[in-house]
């Protein structure tokens, strides 16, 4: 795992509840801000600040120290659309008795609006999301509301090694999240079924890995406690198969 360093002005700049919310990101998967490659060994926090945004990155400690970057006062993040390092994790979760097709997305790389008083910090990602149609979830007793046009494309079997991908969209047609995914038994025939699947977005500490269902749920139970989890159903296929040459 990799080792994460947090200089002294970060923390005195975020206070104990950002630092707080920033501990609660596993580095599992994630890329240098700098030269992005996957996080390994000693990792610097780096903290970009300006105007009414805080984004925190990563950075190896070769290519960087842990560090507070003055930004413009028109400095924005990316927008989620343009490409965030995000984890993606399957699981089947009960909802209230029904076994449910979920996806768990949590970002690597940080974005917050920082709010009055210190430590006062709303996601960006979370925030988006709630503006276009996604419910802030405080439990798992049954599924989010529907959100019209966001899809989920499966494609089974044709990453590099075989393994499964799984593209995001949203209802632009921004590319929401690309990459693969670990399906566990059973997602896809409750897939097939539904035609949709729950999207959660978050800070569960999956980190893209396999977890079982009860302890998937039990991350998901305790970031909505926390209020930090919005979700929403998505509609899920999959694409057709492309032969191999």
Not at 88 to 95: E, S
């Amino acid at each position: 795992m990799p080792e994460l360093r947090i200089s002294p002005e970060i923390r005195a700049l975020l206070g104990p509840e950002g630092l707080a919310r920033t501990a609660e990101v596993s580095l599992a998967g994630g890329q240098c801000a700098t030269c992005r490659e996957a996080l390994t060994g000693r990792v610097n926090m780096v903290l970009r600040t300006g105007g009414s945004f805080t984004h925190v990155v990563y950075v190896h400690d070769r290519c960087g120290p842990s560090e507070v970057v003055r930004m413009g006062p028109d400095f924005a993040p990316d927008a989620p659309a343009d490409g965030y390092d995000m984890t993606m994790t399957a699981a089947v979760i009960d909802h209230g008795g029904a076994a449910l097709p979920v996806l768990v997305a949590e970002t690597v790389s940080k974005a917050y609006l920082v709010n009055d008083g210190p430590g006062e910090l709303t996601d960006i990602v979370t925030s988006h999301l709630v503006g276009r149609g996604f419910t802030l979830v405080s439990r798992l007793r049954q599924a989010p509301p529907q959100v019209p046009e966001w899809v989920g494309v499966l494609l089974l079997g044709q990453g590099p090694a075989g393994e499964d991908g799984l593209m995001v969209l949203d209802p632009e047609g921004e590319q929401f999240f690309a990459g693969t995914v670990d399906l566990p038994d059973g997602w896809l025939t409750r897939a097939a079924r539904y035609s949709w699947a729950v999207l959660y977005v978050g800070h569960a500490g999956l980190a893209g890995r396999r977890h079982d269902a009860r302890a998937a749920a039990r991350a998901l139970r305790a970031a909505g406690q926390s209020g930090h989890l919005v979700g929403a159903r998505i509609a899920v296929g999959a694409a057709p198969a492309v032969a191999r040459m």
